[in-house]
Nanobody
Framework: QLQLVESGGGLVQAGGSLRLSCAAS????????MGWYRQAPGQERERVAF????????DYADSVTSRFIISRDNAQNMVYLEMNSLKPEDTGVYYC??????????????WGQGTQVTVSS
């Protein structure tokens, strides 16, 4: 069974940066498209960024494009989300997810537990 564990969240000032990591175990992530979702208190979980198996394609939410960068290292079974120019509205719990290229952007087959990101003004 594929297990995903996020890390790297924390408290950061507006305008700052954070780099989230997603470590996979149990199976090789090379067989999956990967992505990140986030959820603010009282709101629905929203799509953030996605990357295909070979990193040939990426897909970003309009709210984060040009500020966030998703990347992966299949040899290390790792996925990353570099977040720059952070805004208070970026605050939320960030979740790593896995699936095929289409499924990962709607109903991922696998989820991590999430890591909290708080951006102060």
């Amino acid at each position: 069974q594929l297990q995903l564990v996020e890390s790297g969240g924390g408290l950061v000032q507006a305008g700052g940066s954070l780099r989230l990591s997603c470590a996979a175990s149990g199976r090789t992530v090379s067989g999956y498209a990967m992505g990140w979702y986030r959820q603010a208190p009282g709101q629905e979980r929203e799509r953030v960024a996605f990357i295909s198996q070979s990193s040939a394609f990426t897909d970003y939410a309009d709210s984060v494009t040009s500020r966030f960068i998703i990347s992966r290292d299949n040899a290390q079974n790792m996925v990353y989300l570099e977040m720059n120019s952070l805004k208070p509205e970026d605050t939320g719990v960030y979740y790593c997810a896995a699936g095929d290229w289409y499924r990962v952007r709607s109903e991922p087959g696998y989820w991590g537990q999430g890591t909290q990101v708080t951006v102060s003004s």
